[in-house]
């Protein structure tokens, strides 16, 4: 029975990791690329005689937009949670931007949210709603609820949320930071 992954008596590591991926973000990264290649089309392509202004704003604009919508999207197709005897890191994307620590001396407590959606927050991506807390939130499912001790909600989508959840309210139990409040 010791090797059940729901076991409560197992052992914790010293460091737990999860992950989140969305792989529709993967077909908007193609549309923003799209649209970068739209705009180099335009500038290599066009005989320049039809004025230039409006062709640069053309150019630029395909390419900005490619831009916003390439990387935008890039940098939520996962999100990546640390979990370590001191702190909480969530990591965005590849490049792991925006970044947040929350050190756990900060965290009251944590709940498993078996159906998180982009609709509850507004979309994808890293959210802030006044009346819920923030969320980062790649993908509909499961994920953690953190507490924090000023009040506040943190949102994580994360698979394996229950067992991340298990990890925090084991490191708060044990008085390591975050439980001696």
């Known amino acids: 029975m010791r090797d059940h992954p729901h076991d409560e008596s197992l052992p914790h590591p010293d460091v737990w990791t999860g992950r989140a991926t969305n792989r529709a973000q993967w077909l908007l990264a193609l549309g923003g690329a799209a649209f970068m290649a739209l705009g180099v089309e335009l500038a290599v392509d066009s005989a320049w005689t039809s004025g230039v202004a409006p062709l640069v704003m053309s150019v630029v604009g395909c390419i900005a937009a490619g831009l916003l919508v390439l990387f935008g999207t890039l940098a939520f197709v996962h999100v990546d949670l640390k979990l370590d005897k001191e702190s909480l890191e969530v990591r965005c994307g590849h490049i792991g931007v925006p970044r947040r620590r929350i050190p756990l001396d900060t965290v009251a407590g944590a709940e498993f949210a078996p159906h998180v959606t982009p609709r ?55 008085g390591t930071p975050g439980g001696a409040h």
């Open 120 to 174: 509850q927050w507004g979309g994808w991506g890293y959210r802030w709603r006044p009346e819920k807390g923030t969320a980062v939130v790649v993908r509909r499912g499961e994920g953690v609820v953190l507490q924090l001790w000023d009040g506040h909600t943190f949102t994580i989508t994360v698979d394996n949320a229950e067992a991340a959840v298990r990890v925090i309210r084991d490191r708060l139990r044990q």
